[in-house]
């Protein structure tokens, strides 16, 4: 959702409009379906969305045969789906609305999109793979609908089509910057992905040199309409995510801050900074950046910003792994547990965050607790398939168990992935070995 100085913005440009006098009834019509969204800037996001929904809903009632307002309309259903839905009503007709939409102009780049946008829900996304395969044909220099189709590709863990993806959308940015197109800020959201992609799939020499070539892009001053440098913050959640997704808990827990933040953006690193500590069984240090946190979640709520369900979430991780490292283990597993069973979708980009069921499992397993651990390990795989971590911790749970064909499995499938890379990560060498040696037996 837009924050405050967007909808003003928005209510603005709305307002021009209607000075224009538009002559004929659509367009009128057009501009009432979009003052529902942007009216009364001060309303809860939720009663704002309902009101679009409604005005996009009569707008597509009153020109059935109006391909634009029905697209819209699919989408701002989409955007209605709630995670506590089991039955993803919306969601579902949404996406009726664009496949249909797709048949009848297979090369509307809007249809592709939301399309794509519609599917990247778990247990959804195979629905995607033709929209997603489709779009890049579409749009073959749009920097941002080369990227679009790695939603599904990551949905999926097929990570050579997500890294291939997201190469091309870098690539094309940097070919429009160069001619003065614009479109360059569209490369830190592919690299979020891609370095994400890189980590999953044992190629994490290939992310760090990414990382390093983000040190020498040029600053910019906005991305998206935002007055922001993109660098700084990817800069921030990509080190951050580089050595969490790594186990380097030393280079964790004394990672560097990063200049010219944001404020709220340091969350990041006090939360890698957090898990490091604990990891390393120092948890006055744990404690020291849980309690920036809460500072900073502190301000996020008197200031009332658009953040502060992710701070909270955060904080609370944070704390759950400074639980862990004094020995508060119910506790710090309830916390971990509570921040799982809400979270309904995986975690596809560098973006510093891991997984809360994943961080429980391994929990569990630090506490001698495999058969609960694999439960929660298979149990994030089924939002997140192919997690370099899941993977591997849930074929150590099972082989923990005695349970050798399903550990082996899951090795396989680690090792699958990791294919044709140099990776050195010792859970990959682990896996390896456990499978040479059964292949010896054999």
């Not at 809903?57 to 506590?84: G, I, N, V």
């Not at 370099?388 to 074929?395: I, K, R």
Request: net charge negative; charged share 30%.
């Amino acid at each position: 959702m837009p924050d405050a100085k967007l909808l003003k913005r928005g209510w603005e440009e709305i307002k021009v409009a209607k000075s224009l006098h538009p002559k004929t009834a659509r367009e009128r019509d057009y501009i009432a379906a979009v003052v529902s969204f942007y009216r009364h800037p001060g309303k809860k996001d939720d009663k704002r969305q309902q009101n679009y929904l409604k005005g996009m809903e009569k707008l597509h009632r009153r020109y059935p045969d109006d391909h634009e307002a029905a697209a819209l309309y699919a989408f701002a259903l989409k955007d209605s789906d709630r995670d506590d839905d089991p039955t993803h009503a919306k969601r579902k007709e949404a996406a009726a609305i664009l496949e249909k939409l797709l048949l009848l102009e297979p090369n509307h780049p809007g249809v592709a999109h939301y399309l794509i946008h519609t599917y990247d829900y778990p247990g959804m996304a195979e629905l995607g793979l033709p929209a997603a395969r489709r779009y890049a044909k579409i749009a073959p220099a749009a920097p941002h609908a080369l990227h679009m189709p790695s939603h599904i590709f990551a949905q999926l863990g097929l990570w050579q089509e997500d890294i291939d993806s997201n190469l091309a959308s870098v690539a094309a940015s940097r070919d429009a910057s160069m001619t003065h197109m614009g479109d360059e800020g569209h490369q830190y959201h592919a690299m979020e992905s891609l370095i994400y992609a890189y980590l999953q799939s044992g190629r994490e020499a290939e992310a760090q040199k990414l990382i390093e070539q983000v040190k020498a892009l040029p600053k910019m001053k906005s991305m998206y309409g935002v007055d922001a440098d993109p660098q700084v913050l990817a800069l921030l959640s990509y080190s951050a995510s580089y050595v969490l997704e790594l186990h380097q808990w030393e280079k964790a827990a004394d990672l560097p801050m990063t200049p010219g933040t944001d404020f709220g953006d340091d969350v990041i690193t006090y939360f890698a900074r957090a898990i490091g500590s604990a990891h390393l069984g120092h948890p006055e240090e744990a404690r020291r950046n849980v309690a920036e946190i809460q500072s900073i979640y502190n301000q996020v709520v008197t200031k009332k910003l658009p953040f502060a369900d992710w701070a909270d979430q955060e904080r609370k991780e944070a704390e759950a792994w400074a639980d862990h490292a004094e020995g508060k283990d119910e506790q710090a597993l309830a916390l971990l547990r509570g921040i799982a069973d809400k979270q309904k979708t995986g975690v596809f980009g560098a973006t510093g965050d891991l997984p809360a069921r994943e961080m429980l499992a391994d929990m569990l397993v630090d506490l001698k607790r495999p058969e609960q651990a694999l439960a929660e390990y298979e149990a994030e795989l089924k939002i997140n398939p192919g997690r370099f971590d899941s993977l591997y911790g849930a074929g150590r749970a099972a082989e923990i168990l005695k349970m050798p064909d399903k550990a082996n499995a899951y090795f396989e499938e680690l090792v699958k992935m990791c294919a044709g890379t140099l990776s050195g990560r010792p859970e990959l060498t682990y896996a390896r070995n456990v499978l040479s040696t059964l292949a010896k037996r054999n």
